[in-house]
């Protein structure tokens, strides 16, 4: 089992930046590879940016690549998400997951594989 719990969302306007965490326990924090999914009211969840259980792999969907940027600390058991030149369509909640089944270098963007979820944040990008 994996508890996920994610963090500070909130309010912004259009170009600023906003910091998420998601912070993890229940198991060994290398042993999962974290992913960030994001889902706006009516629409299926989708792929942001997913981490390797080692750190050393990052992917990012191509709507945030160089805009994002996910990095995990093992000492504090938590994956960031740093997001800067935000943009209205950013607007959603965002969603940390947890896929065990990866070794340690690879990375995911596939939703279905990963197999624990928080509860989401919302981040609501003013225009």
């Known amino acids: 089992q994996v508890w996920l719990v994610e963090s500070g969302g909130g309010l912004v306007q259009a170009g600023g930046s906003l910091s998420l965490s998601c912070a993890a326990s229940?198991?060994?924090?290398?042993?999962?590879?974290v992913g960030w999914f994001r889902q706006v009211p009516g629409e299926e969840r989708e792929f942001v940016a997913a981490v390797s259980r080692n750190g050393e792999n990052t992917y990012y969907a191509d709507s945030v690549k160089g805009r994002f940027t996910i990095s995990r600390d093992s000492a504090e058991n938590t994956v960031y998400l740093q997001m800067k030149s935000l943009k209205y369509e950013d607007t959603a909640v965002y969603y940390c997951a947890a896929d065990l089944s990866l070794t340690s270098s690879r990375v995911s963007a596939n939703r279905g594989a990963y197999d624990y979820w928080g509860q989401g944040t919302q981040v609501t990008v003013s225009s």
């Open positions: 229940g198991r060994t924090f290398s042993s999962f590879a």
